[in-house]
């Protein structure tokens, strides 16, 4: 009998797949990790990997009479995504840190963790996608559920994992795991979802770095592609490239946020027509396929999660490293430190951070 972990969470997605790989046969337990320490009463704040939530986890596993093992994984939470989290918006960019957390930590790691210390021969989580064999790769696979696909969080996964992970919700929707969940009368039937990002306790990352200490702003100037000052600033990380709502410049067009001048502590702000690119860049490209292969097939990239993917007509490696991708039209140019997913189709081929 093959051993399987599963990440639980403790919500229905994760619970409703420690349900069915019991039903399949597999020896299951479950896994759930401590990141933080909350610094206030979050009961009512819709985040993942909440002490409430290694408490339901539990009662879930109690239930499908399954082991649950707690890892406090703090430090290396830490270390690996909320240090990163602030470097990044030092540097005036807009990171994604559920992607980092994904390569680093929740699902990476993890899965690394569980068949190399103890053993196990998978590790299961509860997003909607699936793991396939393409061009003689192992690949991800959008899941049927297009509005909770969530294969966009895992463009950064190195490829060595994806051999021992499994998603069982792949080909279920939500409203049909909901179903499983009150038929087999699993606690958590009936919880929320989580959308905030975990460590934040429901605030926006600007907040968040201002209470913590992690980075202190200052107004600055609001400008022109010209130069031209229009306005005042409140400070850079509560701005993001795309932006229009709550810039708080009124002019003769719409403005947009085009770009951060960080060293003049300036945001840059322009029309829609200077937003759109014929291009992206990436610093790095992490792919689950050879780059040969990749040339050869015809992709989109997606630079935010549910955004429309955007066809690709080209890519150009870059002298001082990195990557360029060329845009078959012009499109409003993504946020720096974002993931940038490629796709074939329903096929997730590995993504980059947006540079």
């Not at 470097?87 to 190399?116: D, I, Q, W």
């Not at 051999?163 to 279920?172: E, T």
């Amino acid at each position: 009998m093959k051993t399987v972990a599963v990440g639980m969470s403790g919500g229905v997605d994760s619970s409703v797949s420690a349900l069915l790989l019991k039903e399949q046969g597999y020896n299951v337990i479950g896994i759930s990790l401590k990141f933080t320490t909350p610094t206030c009463d979050a009961t009512d704040i819709q985040v993942c990997c909440s002490p409430q939530d290694i408490k339901d986890a539990k009662k879930v596993a109690e239930y499908l009479d399954i082991p649950h093992y707690v890892f406090d994984w703090e430090e290396v939470f830490y270390n690996k995504v909320i240090k990163q989290f602030v470097e990044e918006y030092k540097r005036g960019k807009t990171p994604n840190p559920c992607s980092l957390c994904n390569r680093e930590v929740k699902t990476g790691l993890l899965a690394k963790f569980v068949k190399e210390g103890f053993g196990i021969d998978f590790f299961a989580t509860g997003h909607y996608l699936g793991v396939v064999d393409f061009e003689g790769s192992k690949v991800i696979k959008r899941g049927i559920d297009r509005q909770k696909d969530q294969s966009y969080f895992m463009a950064l996964l190195r490829k060595e994992v994806l051999p021992y992970l499994i998603f069982p919700l792949h080909n279920l929707t939500k409203e049909e795991v909901r179903k499983i969940a009150k038929e087999y009368k699993i606690p958590v039937a009936q919880k929320k979802e989580s959308f905030e990002i975990c460590f934040t306790e429901g605030k926006a990352p600007h907040q968040f770095l201002a209470e913590r200490g992690f980075l202190k702003e200052e107004e600055g100037d609001i400008v022109l592609t010209t130069g031209e000052v229009v306005g005042k600033h409140k400070g850079l990380s509560r701005y993001t490239i795309g932006q229009r709502r709550g810039i708080g410049v009124r002019w003769k067009k719409p403005l947009y946020v085009i770009g951060k001048d960080i060293k003049n502590n300036r945001l840059i702000v322009g029309t829609r027509e200077e937003l759109l690119t014929d291009f992206v860049d990436v610093e790095w490209l992490n792919l689950f396929i050879p780059f040969k292969k990749l040339e050869k097939l015809n992709i989109q990239v997606q630079g935010r999660y549910k955004q429309k993917p955007v066809p690709v007509k080209g890519i150009q490696k870059l002298p001082e490293g990195g990557f360029r991708f060329h845009f078959q039209s012009p499109t409003e140019r993504f946020a720096s430190g974002q993931t940038l997913a490629v796709y074939h189709g329903d096929i997730l081929l590995g993504g980059g951070v947006i540079s």
